[in-house]
């Protein structure tokens, strides 16, 4: 068979389980947030005491057969009813038990029947109930459980994770601390790694999908009685081998949308010269420049996992301070004098700082109860200026209006941005609303830039973005600590941020002149263990033209402190 027909097969096989694409637009997914994911342990909860109310009176029914039967039985085995010759033996013959039978054959066996009707009954009435509060309430479906997978194979893929106990639930995490992460569930059967498996091989994730049929093969093996069998597994892994092999042959080992190992699994293949090589190819950082996707793809998951990319004298340049005055510069205001700023260099070209315990902890519980009502699947740009919902950016997000709020929280918040970055950001033409996001399960947004008005035809802009300018800054907090993963990374400039609760990241988006600086591609990484909450003010350009006059040449860069 060849790769293009296994392909083919996989694709078809994992889209008649499938049954629609992995994000709708009509409808809102459970797994991108971890808010719905909570909020689907209270509507489980009810859901098991619908059906324990149905257990408790269920078994008062089932009693009432069961006693009926024993009865039968027991007379039966004491030679009762089976006893004599014909129909009635000895138990007709005498009337006392003659009265008995007719009794339990109308009064006994009307309970019986009673029981049984009852039950019934009770079985279609939970079913009809359960239906009606699937209706009422979001509840997950299948799209929701392919979503999931998908992003269960990519933090595989981005964190290397161990496939010897993956599957039983544990993995190491990754960041300041690397603790070790143990599932409260059971762990995944032979089937879940087959289905993950199919994933994997419909996504193009070659070298994960044949680790996660390997992994499939030993959990049948482990199991008493299988979910998936050896004869059900093996032409899968056989057919996810051929694909690897045939692809990396003919493709390379990366490209847009498939991945392999640097080496064919088929050892014939692997005893090429070209494939011996590898072993000695070591990887190299590519910073401050053009990536390719791939490069791009390599330098975010290696930034992810937490290393470090930069060269020993970039990272020892990098300073911690506290700011309280600068004259003329950044964070130019007295307020700082009696509460100073401290701030970490994460990069000085391009300009990205962080700016720690910048809001306190029930600033940001504040915020996010605010925004937790108001959550919708985020959207990114699409390559026709729209924006889409995609497996691209799997969160949700909420946006919040100063002007909407009852009390002066985000006022004040906006008020503090503008003190820190000498930025105008409250009026409407000056700054966004705010946008607070939750990632869920694999949570991430790829490599993009913030900055969107990137074609030179100013007629596709409306006649407001026009007004308001390009995002010239992003002011970025985090609301909440995150146990593993979930780190903010720039691919060109090597720049990793973990996220704190109550820190805020800040960067130029632009040159002073306007135009995008590319070198602040940034990605969030897949959140691994934990929730990741953050919230964005993007500053724009063009009410800036004081505090920050344009450069004289299109490079300059911004005055900081």
Known sequence: MTAGLVLAAAALLVQATHGQNFMSQAREDMFSATSKLEDLLSLEAEIVRMVERYLEAANHRVDIIK????????????????????????VVAHPVDAYLLLKRLTVEWASVEDAMTLHANATQ??????????????????????????????????????????????????????SEFHSSNKPLSARDCLF???????????????????????????????SASRDEIEPFLKS????????????????????????PVDEELASKHKYREVSNQRFQPKLYQ?????????????????QRLRPVEVETSLVCRLVAHTHGRLHNHGYFTLMPLLLEEMSLDPYIVVFHDFLTAHQTDAIIERAKPK?????????????????????????????????DLLVNLTKKI???TRLHALRLSAGEDYQVANYGI????????DHLMMNPDPSVYTAWERFMGDRFATFMVYLSDVEAGGATVFPRAGVTIWPKRGSAAFWWNLYSSGVGDENTRHGGCPVLHGSKWICNKWVHYNDQFLQHPCGRNTWDKLVVP
Request: glycine letters at 10%; proline letters at 3%.
């Open 196 to 226: 993950l498996g199919k994933h994997a091989l419909n996504k193009g994730y070659y070298d994960k999908a044949i680790e996660w049929f390997e992994a499939a093969l030993e959990r049948a093996s482990d199991e008493e009685d299988a």
């Open 67 to 90: 006693r009926y039967v024993s009865e039968y039985h027991r007379l039966s085995t004491e030679g009762g009813t089976g006893g004599g010759s014909g129909s009635g033996g000895m």
């Open 375 to 407: 959550l919708a699947t985020s959207r990114h740009r699409g390559p026709d200026g729209d924006f889409i919902t995609s497996m691209i950016r799997t969160s949700k997000n909420a946006w919040l209006r100063e002007s909407d709020e009852a009390d």
């Open 418 to 420: 503008e003190m820190t």
């Open 290 to 306: 053009q990536q390719s996707e791939e490069e791009e793809r390599e330098h975010f998951s290696r930034l992810c996992r937490g």
């Open 442 to 449: 694999g949570g991430l947004y790829v490599t993009h830039t």
């Open 240 to 263: 996810a081998i051929k694909v690897h092999d045939d692809v990396l042959e003919t493709r390379g080992p990366r490209g847009l949308d498939w991945q392999t190992k640097w080496v």
């Open 125 to 178: 009435e939970l079913v009809q109930r359960v239906a009606l509060f699937r209706e009422r309430s979001t509840f997950p479906v299948m799209e929701d459980l392919h979503g999931a997978a998908v992003a269960l194979v990519r933090l595989q893929d981005t964190y290397n994770l161990n496939m010897t106990t993956l599957p039983a639930g544990t993995f190491t995490g990754t960041g300041p601390t690397s």
